[in-house]
């Protein structure tokens, strides 16, 4: 038991929580992103998906609790990582590695609060419906999304948290790959046209939902 605790608490153990947890969100965002898209099909269809979803309580209060946990150890991880880097000599590492390293450690400073303060205004905004109660309409997701947005503040902090979790989106899944083994000269270059364009493509879609409020597509 002490061997296997002494296993997970080594950098090579917080690595591969990294990678496992970082899958975890990796596959909830898309999966998030890809669902919120239905809003470009009008009120009907991306209220429907959110009352299926709130029709199951058991699974969705599971998924919850499991994003919980995994962003609980997801930041132990990141944040004992850090340190660990922070201490060691650039020597110990290659030259590419700790000047990708550095720059992940620096942006995680800004990007990692930005994206908690996100997550929790999201909530309030369109969850509990404290953020703004008076535009708040249970059930109509859509008309909650659209009300938000309309508000220029509420959409440039959105679009800032998107660039903060592409950011985050880009080093984690760079650095995922690596922890599961794809770290090779040969397929480098696709790991990074990999993670770059995952990044892109949910920071992006997220993105657009307020641009296309503010712009009068979506209203």
Known sequence: ?????????SSVGRKAIMAVTGLVFCGYVLAHMAGNMLLYKGPAA????????????TLLWLAR?????????????????TITNWRARPLAHSQQDYLVATYASRTMIWSGPIL????????????????HPADFIAGDVYHNVVRGF?????????????LA????????????????????????GIRKVAAILFALAV??????????????FVR
């Open 116 to 131: 908690g303060l996100f997550v929790i205004y999201h909530l309030a905004h369109l969850t509990l419906g404290t953020a």
């Open 1 to 9: 038991m002490r061997s296997a605790l002494r296993v997970w608490l």
């Open 46 to 57: 991306i209220n429907a998906y959110a009352a299926g979803l709130h029709a199951m309580p």
């Open 203 to 216: 920071s992006g879609g997220n993105i657009s939902f307020p641009l296309a409020v503010l712009t009068g």
């Open 65 to 81: 609790l499991a994003l919980i946990g995994a962003a609980a150890l997801h930041v132990w991880a990141a944040t004992s990582l």
């Open 150 to 162: 309309q508000r220029p503040v509420v959409s440039g902090f959105y679009i800032v948290a998107m």
């Open 165 to 188: 979790l592409g950011l985050h989106l880009y080093h984690g899944a760079w650095s995922m790959l690596q922890s599961l083994g794809v770290n090779h000269p040969r397929y480098n």
